[in-house]
Each structure stands twice: as C-alpha cells, then as structure tokens.
T-cell receptor
Framework: AQSVTQLDSQVPVFEEAPVELRCNYS??????LFWYVQYPNQGLQLLLK??????LVESINGFEAEFNKSQTSFHLRKPSVHISDTAEYFC??????????????FGKGTKLTVNP | EAQVTQNPRYLITVTGKKLTVTCSQN?????MSWYRQDPGLGLRQIYY???????DKGDVPEGYKVSRKEKRNFPLILESPSPNQTSLYFC????????????FGNGTRLTVT
C-alpha cells in the first residue's frame, strides 16, 4: 500500500532561520505531490503542488519543494521563516497503482513552530 | 466566494444519539470527501464521492454513512455515535478526483460522551 512519511512530527525554529520539512513516499508509479498547510482552527489549504514538468515548485509565500524521483521525496523548504508560518504542514501524494484506482494519501503532519 | 461550508463547527453529543454534519460547496466540484483528524494519526479518509449518487468507502468507514443526492451537498451521518468517534472532521471537495487540489471546510469538532 502507498504510504507517505513525514519524518519529523514537530520542528521548532527561530524566526528568520531556514527550515526543511521532510516528506518521503513509497510508490514506484507516477505520482502527484502536494503540500497543504493548516493554520490553527482552520481547514487545510493548498500550499504548492507538483503534477509534472519542473521538479522545483514554489508557493507565493516563499516556500519551495523539490520532487526527487530517485529518492521518492518531496521536501518543503523556506530560506527564512516568519512567525506567521507557524502551522501544521501535511504532505500528500496521489498514486496511480496498476490495476487500481487513484488514491490520495496524507502524511501525519509536521508542526512547525517559529519562535521569536 | 468559493468555499466549502461545514456545520456545525462544534458538537457535543451522547453515545447513541444520531447526528448529521452537513457539508456544502459552491464550486460545482464533482469530487467530495470526508476526513477525520486525530493527534498523531494525521488525516484519514472516511468516505468519498465521485459524483451524484456515487459514494465509496475510504480507509475508516465503520460507523459512518454518507449520501450525495445533490452535487453541492455531502452530509456525514453518524447513526449511533460512540466515544471513539470523538474527532475533528473535515469535508473537502475538488474539481476532478484526487489529481486536483482539495478545498477544505473549516472543520467540525465532535465530542461524544
């Protein structure tokens, strides 16, 4: 079965420091990749997505993620975080297994806390 | 404004008392889905619907029912709630199955005593 692993459940960082939230998935077939962000008391919002083309994708608020097919990873990075980036981040992968229907699988989330 | 609306936001009930959580989207999306979010477990899919009158089980369907009589509405029904269904529930929709980004509601926090 497809799985998505977010290696860190919590990541504390100081403001203006760089951050990387790691995501690995288990699938040998084509995938679509997503990062969602959940601010306190809200639903999830799409942060960025990889469907095809350039392996580096960017969001409007400075986050970027790189699809690495050989390492089956889609790590999320930001060179300098703000207090307002404090949230929970979810990696999600759509897999297309042979003989089966497509399925979206979420990781368990990484709580990013940005401290002043 | 394009949105997914869930009601209620908070609900406290007792074991065995039937309840319905409503979900409505105004984006003409074909795909809708229900998730529950629990600490340490992330999001787990309960049921999903590809279109009107088409529903299917997700990963944790036991104890839940859904219906899709209209494109915009996808209610979640708990016929006989139990304490292990205490959770944060999210409804989501997308234009085309799971290859399109999901739009989420703001969640319903359910407590079953």
């Amino acid at each position: 079965a497809q799985s998505v692993t977010q290696l860190d459940s919590q990541v504390p960082v100081f403001e203006e420091a760089p951050v990387e939230l790691r995501c690995n998935y288990s699938s040998s077939v084509s995938v679509y990749l997503f990062w969602y962000v959940q601010y306190p008391n809200q639903g999830l919002q799409l942060l960025l997505k990889y469907l095809s083309g350039s392996t580096l994708v960017e969001s409007i608020n400075g986050f970027e993620a790189e699809f690495n097919k050989s390492q089956t990873s889609f790590h999320l990075r930001k060179p300098s975080v703000h207090i307002s980036d404090t949230a929970e981040y979810f990696c999600a992968v759509t897999c297309f297994p042979q003989g089966g229907s497509e399925k979206l699988v979420f990781g368990k989330g990484t709580k990013l806390t940005v401290n002043p | 404004e394009a949105q997914v609306t869930q009601n209620p936001r908070y609900l406290i009930t007792v074991t065995g008392k039937k309840l319905t959580v409503t979900c409505s989207q105004n984006m003409n999306h074909e795909y809708m889905s229900w998730y529950r979010q629990d600490p340490g477990l992330g999001l787990r899919q309960i049921y999903y619907s590809m279109n009107v009158e088409v529903t299917d089980k997700g990963d944790v369907p036991e104890g839940y029912k859904v219906s899709r009589k209209e494109k915009r509405n996808f209610p979640l029904i708990l016929e006989s709630p139990s304490p292990n269904q205490t959770s944060l529930y999210f409804c989501a929709s997308s234009l085309l199955t799971t290859s399109s980004p999901l739009h989420f509601g703001n969640g319903t926090r359910l407590t079953v005593t």
